[in-house]
C-alpha cells in the first residue's frame, strides 16, 4: 500500500520538496502572471460519446502543468482542442490570449507541440527533419544545438525510420521546443522510454521552465507529475477530478500507516480516527490524525508485546489520490462503462 | 519576435517541403524511372499501334492525356495524401509553422511534378512521331491547367473515404475510369445532338479540349466549346475541393 518516501533528499513529498513548492509559488505570485492556458467548460464529444465533459483548467504563465489519468480520461482531447486541432462543442479556450479554434495558425508561432505518436517521414534522415523544421518553424534555432541537446548528433544521418524507440521521441521533443516557445505542449513525452532518456526528458522540461516558458504535460506517470509539476490536474472520465498544487491536493487526503501482525497477535485494537483494514496480515490504516492514531497503536504493540514488522508510514501520496479518484467514481464508470468501450473500438 | 532572420515566409516553406518531398521522389529510384519509363512506353505504344491520321490522332492524345492526369496526378496525389496522412505526417506538420493550404499544396508536389514531366514527355514523342500540331492553343493551357485542378480536387476528395494507401488503388478506380472514358468518347461522338450532354461528366472536358486543340468540330464552335469544356473541369474542381474542405480529415484516426 504506501510507500515512505524517504531518499533522494528534494524528493517532493518530504519536507524539502514542500519547501521547494513554496518558494516557487512565492515566485509565482510576486511575478503576477496572468494564465498562459485558461478552459472554461469545456465539452468535447465524438458522435454520442462525451469525451470530455465540461472542464476548467488554468495553465499560469511559467509553471509546469500535468494533466494525469487513465487512458480514455480525456486528456489527449484537451491538449488537441489547446492546440487547436480539436473540436470543442461547449466551453470556451485561451491559449497565450487567442483562440486556438479561429487563431491556430497565429499560435503555431509561439507554441511547441508534441504529439503523442509518430508522424515523421521514415525515408527522411534526423539531421534532414531538424533542418526541415528550421526553415518551416517561425522560430529561429539551430539544428546542432537541437542534436546535441537530444543527444542525437550520433543518429543525425539515420533516416527516421531507423530510429529506436527512445530517439524518436526525443526528436520528437526536439521539434516541439525548437525555438524555445513561450508554450510547449507535451503529449505523453516519457512514455516508453528508458530511464536514462527520461531523466534527460526531464532536464529538458525542467530548462525550459527555467528560461520562463510554460510547459503543459500529459503523462501516465506519478513520479513524473512529481517531480516535473507546479501544479497538476487529475482528469477521470471527461472531467477533473482534482486539481492544484501536489502539497494542496496532498493535504486534502488522510495519510496512512501500516504494519504486517505476528499470527498470535491479540484483536484487542485501540479505536482509531481513521479506517482500519486488515488482509493478508497487514493492518492498514487511512486517517487525518496520524500522530495520534500512530501513537495509540504503537503503544498497543509495546503494551501486548507485539512484535510489528515491515512498518511504514506516510503522507497521502499521489498515487493514493489518483486510486481514489478511480475508485471513488467507480460507480460511474461501472454505469457508463458499456458505451465507453464501444467508442474506443 | 525577432523571426525575420529565420526568413520563412509562407511561400518559402512551401518551396522548403515541396522540395524534400521532390528529393524523396529522386530518392525513390523505382518511382522515378517508372513515372518517366512508363508513360513513354504507352505514349510510342499508342502512337503506333492505333496509327495516325487527323481522326484516330486526337483520340491519341487524349488517352496520354487522360492516363496522365487520372494516374500520374490523381492517384499518386491521393496515394501520397493518405499514406502522409496514414503516417502522421500531415499532422506533425501542421504543427510546424507551414499553412494547411501550403502543406496540401507541398504534398502534392510530386504528383504535380510527375504528371507536367510525363506531359512534356508525351509532347516530345508526339511531335516527333504524329502529323499533327495543335492549333488551337487557349485549348492547350485550358486543358493542362483545367485538368490539373480537376485532378487536384478530386485527389483531394478521395482521400477523404480512403482509410489507408492501399486502399487508394481501389478508391480511386473509378474517377480514373470515367474520366478515361468520357475523354475518349468527347473525341469520338458527333459534334452536334444530345452526347454531347456527355460533357457533364467529370473529366469529359479534357476529351472535349484536345478535340478543339487539333482543330476538331464541335457544336458550340471552338471558343465557346473551349469555354464550355474548361467550366466543365473547373465547376468539377470547384465541386471536388469543397466537398474535400468539408470533411479533409488531418490525422488518421477513424479512417
Same mark, same amino acid.
Given at each position: 500500500m504506501t510507500v515512505v518516501t524517504t531518499g533522494d533528499g528534494a524528493a517532493p513529498g518530504t519536507v524539502d520538496g514542500m519547501t521547494q513548492t513554496t518558494t516557487r509559488q512565492a515566485e509565482h505570485t510576486a511575478t503576477a502572471r496572468a494564465s498562459a492556458v485558461e478552459v472554461r467548460g469545456l465539452q468535447v464529444a465524438y458522435g454520442d460519446f462525451e469525451a470530455v465533459r465540461g472542464i476548467d483548467l488554468d495553465v499560469r504563465t511559467g509553471e509546469v502543468f500535468a494533466l494525469l489519468g487513465t487512458n480514455g480520461a480525456g486528456k489527449t482531447t484537451t491538449l488537441e482542442v489547446i492546440e487547436g486541432f480539436g473540436t470543442r462543442c461547449g466551453g470556451s479556450v485561451s491559449v497565450l490570449g487567442m483562440d486556438p479554434a479561429t487563431q491556430r495558425h497565429a499560435l503555431t508561432r509561439r507554441m511547441g507541440i508534441q504529439l503523442q505518436e509518430g508522424g515523421f517521414? @521514415?525515408? %527522411? /534522415?534526423v539531421g534532414e527533419t531538424l533542418s526541415l523544421w528550421q526553415r518551416l518553424s517561425d522560430r529561429p534555432d539551430r539544428v546542432e544545438r537541437l542534436l546535441d541537446r537530444f543527444d542525437l548528433a550520433r543518429r543525425r544521418d539515420t533516416p527516421a525510420s531507423k530510429l529506436s524507440g527512445g530517439e524518436k521521441r526525443r526528436l520528437d521533443l526536439a521539434l516541439a521546443v525548437w525555438g524555445s516557445p513561450e508554450l510547449v505542449v507535451l503529449d505523453?513525452? /516519457? /512514455?516508453? %522510454?528508458d530511464p536514462e532518456s527520461r531523466r534527460r526528458t526531464w532536464d529538458a522540461i525542467q530548462e525550459l521552465q527555467e528560461a520562463g516558458r510554460t510547459v503543459l504535460l500529459t503523462t501516465h506517470y506519478l513520479e513524473e507529475a512529481e517531480a516535473l509539476a507546479d501544479r497538476v490536474a487529475i482528469m477521470h472520465e471527461g472531467r477533473v477530478a482534482v486539481s492544484g498544487t501536489l502539497a494542496e491536493i496532498l493535504a486534502t487526503r488522510p495519510a496512512g500507516f501500516s504494519a504486517v501482525l505476528p #499470527? @498470535? #497477535?491479540?484483536? @484487542?485494537l485501540p479505536r482509531f480516527a481513521g479506517s482500519t483494514e486488515i488482509g493478508g496480515g497487514r493492518l492498514s490504516v487511512r486517517t487525518t490524525e496520524l500522530q495520534a492514531d500512530l501513537t495509540a497503536f504503537l503503544g498497543w504493540a509495546a503494551g501486548r508485546g507485539v512484535r510489528l514488522s515491515d512498518l511504514r508510514a506516510a503522507p497521502a501520496s499521489l498515487a493514493d489520490i489518483y486510486h481514489a479518484v478511480r475508485t471513488e467514481t467507480g460507480t460511474t464508470a461501472a454505469r457508463t462503462g458499456t458505451d465507453t468501450t464501444e467508442v474506443a473500438r | 519576435m525577432t523571426t525575420a532572420l529565420a526568413g520563412t515566409g509562407p511561400a518559402q516553406k512551401v518551396t522548403a517541403l515541396a522540395g524534400t518531398e521532390l528529393t524523396l521522389v529522386v530518392r525513390n529510384r523505382t518511382l522515378a524511372v517508372s513515372s518517366v519509363l512508363l508513360p513513354i512506353a504507352l505514349g510510342v505504344f499508342w502512337a503506333f499501334s492505333l496509327g495516325h491520321g487527323p481522326e484516330v490522332w486526337p483520340m491519341v492524345v487524349a488517352l496520354q492525356v487522360a492516363v496522365t492526369l487520372g494516374m500520374g496526378l490523381y492517384v499518386t496525389g491521393t496515394q501520397t495524401l493518405v499514406a502522409r496522412r496514414h503516417a502522421r505526417v500531415l499532422q506533425r506538420l501542421r504543427t510546424s509553422g507551414i499553412s494547411d493550404g501550403g502543406l496540401l499544396l507541398a504534398t502534392l508536389t510530386p504528383a504535380l511534378a510527375i504528371a507536367l514531366a510525363q506531359l512534356v514527355i508525351f509532347a516530345v514523342i508526339d511531335v516527333v512521331i504524329g502529323d499533327q500540331v495543335p492549333s488551337n492553343w487557349p485549348a492547350l493551357v485550358a486543358l493542362v491547367l483545367g485538368g490539373i485542378a480537376l485532378m487536384v480536387g478530386a485527389a483531394l476528395a478521395t482521400s477523404v473515404v480512403t482509410p489507408t494507401p492501399e486502399r487508394a488503388q481501389i478508391t480511386t478506380l473509378p474517377m480514373v475510369f470515367l474520366m478515361l472514358g468520357a475523354a475518349i468518347a468527347m473525341v469520338l461522338?458527333?459534334?452536334? *445532338?444530345?452526347?454531347?450532354?456527355?460533357?457533364?461528366?467529370? *473529366?469529359a472536358g479534357v476529351g472535349m479540349l484536345v478535340r478543339l486543340m487539333f482543330g476538331g468540330e464541335v457544336g458550340l464552335g471552338p471558343t465557346l466549346g473551349t469555354i464550355a469544356a474548361t467550366a466543365s473541369l473547373l465547376v468539377w474542381a470547384a465541386v471536388f475541393i469543397r466537398l474535400a474542405a468539408h470533411r479533409f480529415r488531418w490525422d488518421p484516426r477513424n479512417g
Open positions: 517521414v @521514415d525515408e %527522411l /534522415t505523453e513525452p /516519457t /512514455t516508453g %522510454l #499470527a @498470535d #497477535a491479540p484483536t @484487542d | 461522338i458527333p459534334a452536334t *445532338g444530345w452526347l454531347q450532354a456527355l460533357l457533364l461528366v467529370p *473529366g
